[in-house]
């Protein structure tokens, strides 16, 4: 099982950049791992994701072309670099592992991730 604790958030304004760091223990290498974010009162929802190789990502719509995942697997460390931050971005941010190791598939339900960290809070103004 992964342990996550997510670092970065701050308090930005629109167009400002901003890097999430998720911090890992256990076997990180082995699990595809992603990005969510939930706004005050509103669902979940999904940023990014990263095969447990790091070969393939995938990314919400909203921030395609701005947001970039990576992962150092020999830090068991995962990123989010934000870039050109709007007030939408306004939401805390959650890392999670896939429950399954070596996925052979990416995916964006929530429901496929099992261990998640406790959040970092982004606020962007505008």
């Known amino acids: 099982q992964v342990q996550l604790v997510e670092s970065g958030g701050g308090l930005v304004q629109a167009g400002d950049s901003l890097r999430l760091s998720c911090a890992a223990s256990?076997?990180?290498?082995?699990?595809?791992v992603a990005w969510f974010r939930q706004a005050l009162g509103k669902e979940r929802e999904f940023v990014a994701t990263?095969?447990?190789?790091?070969?393939?990502?995938h990314y919400a719509d909203s921030v395609k072309d701005r947001f970039t995942i990576a992962r150092d697997n020999a830090k068991k460390t995962l990123y989010l670099q934000m870039n050109n931050l709007k007030p939408e971005d306004t939401a805390v941010y959650y890392c999670?592992?896939?429950?399954?190791?070596?996925?052979?598939?990416?995916?964006?339900?929530?429901?496929?991730?099992?261990?998640w960290g406790q959040g970092t809070q982004v606020t962007v103004s505008s």
């Open positions: 999670a592992a896939k429950t399954t190791p070596y996925s052979s598939y990416l995916t964006s339900d929530a429901r496929n991730f099992g261990s």
């Open positions: 256990g076997p990180f290498s082995a699990y595809e």
């Open positions: 990263i095969s447990w190789g790091a070969g393939e990502t």
